[in-house]
């Protein structure tokens, strides 16, 4: 199997987005891309993805999918949220968490993450300091944000991390970013990014894939 067409395996058998998983309907606009900021502030901590996948999709459906909203809501609203998607030892937290990010979204950018795209310029180095400003969000939270939100931000792509670039390579797949990219469509990025981090986190993933 070339690379192109273990590309397309990853993309088959792996391929779904992480923010299409949570619900959010990613687009160029102010709700949506703060809810792939509550989602990578979820992802922080040492957690089960499904289960930061879960409590992402109860916040939203409790209507906390702006950052007025999750500011408005109450800490014990947000705890309760994140309960209920079995968000343990962390949704204290995170409730906290959550709330001041939201303050400082308002604050810093009015509430629309579109204004640090145009604070951040084009460069990424700077967008990753600005989203790191964020409570809880660290580098790898800013990697998740940057992973995904290449599928709206055009001077954010060709971005695979760490992750995805280790499992990339243990299936004999070119190890940079560019070169990742030229294996699929531009619109498939994200899809191989994620799928790529699936396959890392799936122990017999590697395996299969080899195999198929």
Do not use: N
């Not at 604050?107 to 951040?120: F, I, P, S, T, Y």
């Not at 990753?128 to 580098?139: A, N, S, T, Y």
């Not at 190890?175 to 799928?195: H, I, M, N, S, W």
């Amino acid at each position: 199997m070339d690379s192109k067409q273990m590309a397309r395996q990853v993309l088959h058998s792996y391929g779904e987005t992480y923010a299409g998983e949570a619900g959010i309907r990613l687009r160029d606009t102010p709700a949506p891309l703060y809810q792939l900021l509550v989602l990578c502030v979820l992802f922080a901590v040492p957690i089960r993805a499904q289960t930061a996948l879960a409590a992402a999709r109860e916040l939203f459906a409790a209507g906390f999918r702006t950052p007025r909203a999750m500011a408005d809501s109450s800490w014990q609203d947000r705890v309760d949220a994140l309960g209920r998607a079995h968000y343990r030892r962390y949704d204290e937290s995170t409730a906290t968490a959550l709330g001041d990010g939201a303050e400082l979204v308002l604050e810093r950018w009015h509430g629309d993450l579109r204004a640090l795209r145009k604070q951040a310029d084009g460069d990424l180095g700077r967008m990753r300091e600005l989203l790191r400003e964020v409570p809880r969000i660290g580098p790898t939270g800013a990697d998740i944000f940057c992973r995904e939100v290449q599928e709206v931000w055009p001077e954010v792509r060709p971005f695979f991390d760490a992750r995805a670039r280790k499992t990339a390579a243990g299936l004999g797949l070119p190890r940079t970013p560019k070169a990742l990219a030229d294996l699929v469509q531009p619109r498939e990025l994200v899809r191989l990014a994620d799928g790529l981090v699936r396959v890392g986190l799936t122990p017999e993933a590697t395996e299969k894939l080899r195999h198929a």
